[in-house]
C-alpha cells in the first residue's frame, strides 16, 4: 500500500501566511512555534503519526517537534540538517557583537530591505545555485559573514502542490506509488523561500554551490525559490529570521528525541560540511549516518534516486 506523503510550508514561509513580526510582544518565528505548527498539522490533516522527513533547517523543525510531542513522530529522517553556525554558543565572544551589529543593521534600517531587492532576482537564485564566488572577493570577505549567510537552505524541485494541504508529489517522483512498503504517513518539511532568499545572500568564498550537478537548476526550480519570497511580508520574516541567533541547536535536541533517526548527508555540500554533521552519529537515537556521494546541500532533490531508497527502507523498518 502507498504511503500518503505531505509537504507543508511553515508559518512566514512559502504559500504560508506571513505575519508581521513586529506586531508580536514576543519573538514568533522560533522553531517552538514551528514544532507546534508541525503536530497540530499531523493532529489536525494527517490524523495520525507520521515519519517526518527533514533537509536543512527543516531538520531543526522535525526534532523540535519530536521532543514537544514524542507520540506524533515515528521516525525522523535528517537530510544534510542545519548546522547553525550562527548561533550564539558557536561564535566567539569578540565576533558576537559584530554579528549582532549587522545583524540589527539590516533588520533596523532600510539597508535590509535595499539588499533583499537586490539579490531577489533569477540572476542571483541561479548564479547562487551554480556558479562560485569571483577570486577577488575572496580576500574582502569576513570568514563570520560567510558562515552567517551560508546557514540556509533551497526548496524542493519538481513538486505539484494541492492548495488545499500542500499534498505534493515530491523529489523528482510521485512518493506514493515509490514508497510501497506499507501505509504510513510522511511529512516533508523543506523550508522554503525564505531560507531561500537568505541563500540568495550567501557569500560564500570558497563554493557557493548549493546543487553539486547544476544541471538541476532549471529555469522551473530558480522561478519556484523566488516567486514566494516577493509576496508581501516575506522581506520582514527574512529579516527577523536573520536576527534568530538563539533557540535549539540538533546537540541539543538529538538527546531528547524518542523515535529512531537515520542522518544523510551530500558529500559536495558547501553550506553544512559532512566532517562537521559525523558528530550526529554518535548519538543514541541515529540509527546511521549516510554519506551521499557527489551531491550538494539538496539531496532529496539533486539524486532522488539516492535519497527515495533510503527513505523507503527506513520507513518500512519502523512502520
Known amino acids: 500500500m502507498a504511503n500518503r506523503v505531505y509537504a507543508i510550508d511553515l508559518i512566514g514561509y512559502g504559500y504560508s501566511d506571513k505575519p508581521n513580526p513586529r506586531e508580536f510582544e514576543e519573538s514568533f518565528y522560533t522553531f517552538e512555534t514551528w514544532g507546534e505548527q508541525l503536530n497540530t498539522f499531523c493532529a489536525e490533516v494527517v490524523k495520525s503519526d507520521a515519519f517526518f522527513i527533514c ?40 565576533g558576537r557583537p559584530f554579528i549582532r551589529s549587522f545583524q540589527n543593521l539590516l ?13 531577489a532576482t533569477p540572476e542571483s537564485v541561479k548564479n547562487i545555485l551554480c556558479q562560485r564566488m569571483p577570486e577577488a572577493w575572496r580576500h574582502f570577505i569576513p570568514p563570520a559573514l560567510i558562515r552567517w549567510f551560508t546557514s540556509s537552505s533551497i526548496p524542493p524541485s ?7 494541504y500542500r499534498k505534493v508529489s515530491f523529489w523528482g517522483t510521485t512518493w506514493p506509488s515509490r514508497l510501497t512498503s506499507s501505509s504510513s504517513h510522511l511529512v516533508v518539511l523543506k523550508p522554503h523561500i525564505m531560507y531561500s532568499v537568505l541563500v540568495l545572500l550567501s557569500l560564500n568564498p ?19 525559490i523566488l516567486q514566494p519570497g516577493l509576496d508581501p511580508g516575506a522581506v ?9 541567533s538563539g533557540g535549539p541547536l540538533p546537540e541539543d535536541l538529538l538527546p531528547l528525541v524518542k523515535c529512531p533517526v537515520l542522518v544523510a548527508w551530500g558529500e559536495k555540500d558547501p553550506w553544512e560540511p559532512v566532517e562537521l ?42 512502520s
Open 277 to 318: 554533521g559525523r558528530a550526529y552519529g554518535s548519538f543514541d537515537a541515529v540509527e546511521d549516518f549516510v554519506v551521499l556521494p557527489n551531491v550538494g546541500h539538496c539531496p532529496q532533490d539533486e539524486a532522488p534516486e539516492l535519497v527515495n531508497p533510503l527513505v523507503e527502507s527506513f520507513v518500512k523498518l519502523h
Open 55 to 94: 533537509n536543512s533547517i527543516g531538520g531543526l523543525v522535525g526534532l523540535q517537534a519530536a521532543v514537544m510531542k514524542p507520540q506524533t513522530c515515528k521516525g525522523i529522517v535528517l537530510l544534510d540538517i542545519s548546522l547553525r553556525m550562527l548561533h550564539i554558543n558557536k561564535q566567539p565572544w569578540f
Open 107 to 119: 533588520r533596523n534600517t532600510v539597508i535590509g530591505k535595499l539588499f533583499f531587492n537586490a539579490v
Open 236 to 244: 520582514d520574516v527574512f529579516l527577523e529570521f536573520i536576527c534568530y
Open 206 to 224: 570558497f563554493d557557493s554551490k548549493c546543487y553539486h550537478d547544476t544541471s538541476a537548476v532549471t529555469d522551473e526550480l530558480v522561478q519556484m
Open 158 to 164: 519538481s513538486c505539484s502542490i494541492d492548495p488545499k
